[in-house]
């Protein structure tokens, strides 16, 4: 069973940056291809970014390509989410998740359904 803690919501004005970071414990974290989701009141939940086992793959939602930047450190067990130039449509409760891969390909990762544990959330909101 792995748990993820996920840290490092706030509010921030418009054009700011924020560091999502997550925690994992209770598995071998180098399975697990990693991902951030976000879910904004009323919508549902959606992609953000995604990172292979290795970190060697990234893949990401057009919404956040070239703003938000995934990484990932496996012997600290923790992934990262940086995210600059912050707008208000980037509202949402983000989320991280992992999925047990086997393969080095982010983009397998990349599905709701696809993601085996997932964190309670981490509050972000960009005001205008």
């Known amino acids: 069973q792995v748990q993820l803690v996920e840290s490092g919501g706030g509010l921030v004005q418009a054009g700011g940056s924020l560091r999502l970071s997550c925690a994992a414990s209770g598995g071998t974290f180098s399975y697990y291809a990693m991902g951030w989701f976000r879910q904004a009141p009323g919508k549902d939940r959606e992609f953000v970014a995604t990172?292979?086992?290795?970190?060697?793959?990234?893949y990401y939602a057009d919404s956040v390509k070239g703003r938000f930047t995934i990484s990932r450190d496996n012997a600290k067990n923790t992934v990262w989410l940086q995210m600059n130039s912050l707008k208000p449509e980037d509202t949402a409760v983000y989320y991280c998740a992992a999925d047990l891969a086997y393969n080095d390909y982010a983009q397998s990762s990349s599905e709701v359904g696809t993601m085996d544990y997932w964190g309670k959330g981490t509050l972000v909101t960009v005001s205008s």
């Open positions: 990172i292979s086992t290795t970190g060697g793959d990234t």
